[in-house]
């Protein structure tokens, strides 16, 4: 799951949630943690502190299951991104020059009860910066010759198509995925968000 909820006038926070497993119990996870973090609206609280928040509220004994997530609390007004991330692919900050920042600060997944703190890291975002969000289904993406698709692949395609809006991104990323893997169907599910910062309000 993934979403971006306006918290008050300023501040906008976007996350990205991947559970353990699929069907219906995975599924039935993932509406809670939306749920969960829907109950956050208009808080302004640092993505380490709602980290910490989803850890205490989802042990792994109380599902049977963990997941992985990143979140981000952008201020629109100055262009300020705190993020923290559990155990999610780190997200990436595509520069209006084509230089690629990992946003890698955080820790473990949710579920392992707090045995590693949350680490929290802060960007300034330029007009024409952009932000992706995704699962580690496109990273572990396996074609007929049992290659991954990879982190090498996946950043060289987001510095090829740099200047291009987020829309035309994510196409041409897509495309570039499904020919790797001569349109094998994923044997994982794909999620990719694009964010584009306009410039400060």
Partial sequence: IFNIIRLDENHWAVYMVDVSGHGVPAAMVSVSISQFLAKQNNV????????????????????DKFFTI?????????????????????????????ALELLEEGGTIIGMDQIIPFEEGKRQLYSGDKLFLFTDGILEYE????????????????????????????????????????????????SILGLEFLGKF
């Fill in 70 to 98: 990143s979140y981000l609390l952008i201020d629109v007004k100055n262009g300020e991104v705190s993020y923290s991330s559990a155990g999610h692919p780190p997200p990436i900050l595509l520069r209006r020059n084509g």
């Fill in 44 to 63: 302004i609280a640092a993505p380490s502190e709602i980290l910490n928040m989803l850890d205490q509220e989802y042990p792994l004994e109380r599902f």
């Fill in 143 to 190: 074609n007929r010759h049992g290659q991954f698709y990879g982190e090498d692949r996946f950043h060289q395609e987001l510095k090829k198509w740099s200047g291009e809006p987020v829309s035309k991104i994510i196409h041409g990323l897509m495309q570039a995925f499904m020919a790797f893997g001569e349109e094998i169907h994923p044997q994982d599910d794909i």
